[in-house]
């Protein structure tokens, strides 16, 4: 393990045998580990004629051991002994080194941390006094190196080794908020907290350090790649943009024909628009004439209907009377035709009558000639039905017509046997 570079500083409290070296004590220590913060002189045994106040620094004294607050700088004559001068306190910001050595991360490599805190005390005699009276350096300095150790590595325990160059800013930060939370109740300002350096073990060292050579390696790897890659992208580049150009040229061209073809096509709709609205007008015109003869041929039509109306009145007219006498006297001849029928039809009534009568007279002997004449006049009719071609009667009708071709002829040998 490497040591740090800076050992653990130490404030303290100092006492000095007068007043007037305090500003030689607080820049000068026998020790370079050695802070003193607070300053004690020795107090005389009488009385001393003149005491030198320093100024830079806040000088506390004492009555009979009462605390009196700050006393001015400059000198203070007849000085005696139960006025003392009890603390001198430094404004100077200090630099307190606080390294904390085996620090394991979370992954259990153990590192070193160096680390600075800068503070003051102050700004005003009533935080020194509060400092002075409160704490102590001392004290204070057993709660800034604990303070500091515990937080350092609960942060560190908390990272991987390969990420605590990363945090340094987020550990100086939190360090800076954590102590300004504790001290500034004693009157203690903490300014700046810097982590100035964090060292691993010497093998981890070495490896780390083989890593980056070879990461570098790998960068100027990748840097060749990205120039090659670069190369070729500008000859892409070039490429592509010879033919953008290209196409370009040729969407010039379309964008132009296609102009020259909107130029045609408005010229062709204004001239079909033209003639169109030619055509409108003289459709207009032809049907304004159309519309004036329709109504000229309307009235023309109107009036002959008119005419012809009154003309076929009249002729229905002579026609109905015309028909009216011809009636009147068709009816009358009618009349007459009519008599002299009945009279016609009574006289043959009469000899139908006695004919009638002389036919019941001879029926027996008139049946045989009277059945002979419809036998006959039965076939007449089935030789027309047969002259016409074949037929195909079914059912009643076909039966009969069947019966008649075939004399039936029990009913003959009946008739016969009457006879």
Same mark, same amino acid.
């Given at each position: 393990?490497?040591?740090t570079?800076?050992?653990h500083?130490?404030?303290?409290?100092?006492?000095?045998?007068?007043?007037?070296?305090?500003? $030689?004590e607080?820049?000068?220590?026998?020790n370079?580990?050695?802070?003193?913060i607070v300053l +004690?002189?020795?107090?005389?045994f009488?009385?001393?004629?003149?005491?030198?106040?320093?100024s830079?620094?806040?000088v506390?004294?004492?009555q009979?051991?009462? !605390?009196?607050g700050?006393i001015?700088?400059?000198? =203070?004559?007849?000085?005696?002994?139960?006025?003392?001068?009890?603390?001198?306190?430094?404004r100077a910001?200090?630099?307190?080194?606080?390294?904390?050595?085996?620090?394991?991360t979370? @992954?259990?490599?153990?590192v !070193?941390?160096?680390?600075?805190?800068?503070?003051?005390?102050?700004?005003?005699?009533e935080?020194?006094r509060?400092?002075?009276?409160?704490?102590?350096?001392? &004290?204070?300095?057993?709660?800034?190196? *604990?303070?500091i150790?515990?937080r350092?590595r609960?942060? =560190?325990?908390?990272?991987?080794?390969?990420?605590l160059? @990363?945090m340094?800013?987020?550990? *100086?930060?939190e360090?800076?908020?954590?102590?300004n939370?504790?001290?500034?109740?004693?009157?203690?300002q903490?300014?700046? +907290?810097k982590?100035k350096d964090?060292?691993?073990?010497?093998d981890?060292?070495?490896?780390?350090?083989?890593?980056?050579?070879?990461?570098?390696?790998?960068?100027?790897?990748?840097?060749?790649h990205? @120039? &090659? =890659?670069?190369i070729?992208?500008?000859?892409a580049?070039?490429e592509?943009?010879?033919? &953008?150009?290209?196409?370009a040229r040729?969407? /010039?061209?379309?964008?132009?024909?296609?102009?020259?073809?909107?130029i045609?096509? $408005?010229?062709?709709?204004?001239?079909?628009?033209g003639?169109?609205?030619?055509e409108?007008?003289?459709a207009?015109t032809?049907?304004?004439?159309?519309?004036k003869?329709a109504?000229? !041929?309307?009235q023309v039509a109107?009036?002959?209907?008119?005419?012809?109306?009154e003309?076929?009145?009249? #002729?229905?007219?002579?026609?109905?009377?015309?028909? #009216?006498f011809?009636?009147e006297?068709k009816v *009358?001849?009618? =009349?007459?035709?009519a008599e002299? /029928?009945?009279?016609?039809?009574?006289s043959?009534s009469?000899?139908?009558?006695?004919?009638?009568?002389?036919? *019941?007279?001879?029926?027996?002997?008139?049946?045989?000639?009277?059945?002979?004449?419809?036998?006959?006049?039965?076939?007449a009719?089935?030789?027309?039905i047969?002259?016409?071609g074949?037929?195909f009667?079914?059912?009643?009708?076909?039966q009969?017509i069947?019966?008649n071709?075939?004399p039936?002829?029990?009913?003959?040998?009946r008739?016969?046997?009457?006879?």
């Amino acid at each position: 393990m490497i040591s740090t570079t800076r050992d653990h500083s130490r404030l303290i409290q100092k006492e000095i045998r007068t007043v007037s070296c305090s500003d $030689r004590e607080f820049e000068t220590t026998s020790n370079s580990r050695d802070i003193p913060i607070v300053l +004690v002189p020795k107090s005389p045994f009488i009385f001393q004629v003149g005491v030198e106040i320093p100024s830079g620094c806040f000088v506390l004294w004492q009555q009979w051991l009462r !605390d009196m607050g700050q006393i001015d700088p400059g000198v =203070v004559w007849f000085w005696p002994s139960w006025n003392r001068i009890s603390h001198i306190v430094t404004r100077a910001a200090i630099t307190y080194n606080a390294p904390v050595l085996n620090c394991p991360t979370a @992954d259990n490599v153990m590192v !070193d941390i160096d680390l600075s805190v800068t503070f003051r005390i102050g700004p005003n005699v009533e935080a020194a006094r509060n400092f002075v009276y409160r704490l102590g350096a001392f &004290r204070f300095d057993e709660l800034l190196s *604990a303070e500091i150790e515990e937080r350092i590595r609960g942060l =560190v325990q908390s990272q991987s080794h390969n990420k605590l160059n @990363d945090m340094k800013g987020e550990f *100086a930060l939190e360090m800076l908020t954590t102590l300004n939370n504790k001290c500034n109740q004693y009157g203690v300002q903490i300014l700046t +907290v810097k982590v100035k350096d964090i060292i691993l073990p010497q093998d981890l060292q070495d490896l780390l350090e083989r890593t980056t050579a070879f990461k570098t390696k790998m960068t100027e790897k990748e840097k060749f790649h990205e @120039d &090659r =890659v670069r190369i070729l992208e500008d000859d892409a580049s070039k490429e592509l943009e010879t033919i &953008r150009r290209k196409n370009a040229r040729k969407i /010039q061209e379309i964008v132009a024909e296609r102009k020259r073809y909107e130029i045609e096509r $408005r010229e062709m709709e204004e001239k079909a628009r033209g003639e169109a609205r030619v055509e409108e007008i003289r459709a207009m015109t032809e049907a304004d004439i159309a519309l004036k003869k329709a109504q000229g !041929d309307e009235q023309v039509a109107k009036v002959k209907a008119r005419q012809n109306a009154e003309s076929l009145l009249k #002729k229905t007219q002579i026609e109905c009377q015309k028909l #009216k006498f011809e009636t009147e006297q068709k009816v *009358a001849m009618t =009349v007459k035709e009519a008599e002299a /029928q009945l009279k016609i039809a009574e006289s043959k009534s009469q000899a139908m009558v006695a004919r009638a009568e002389a036919e *019941a007279e001879g029926a027996d002997s008139l049946a045989e000639k009277r059945r002979y004449e419809l036998e006959w006049a039965r076939l007449a009719v089935l030789e027309k039905i047969a002259g016409k071609g074949r037929r195909f009667i079914s059912g009643d009708k076909g039966q009969a017509i069947l019966n008649n071709l075939v004399p039936d002829i029990q009913s003959e040998i009946r008739t016969s046997m009457k006879v």
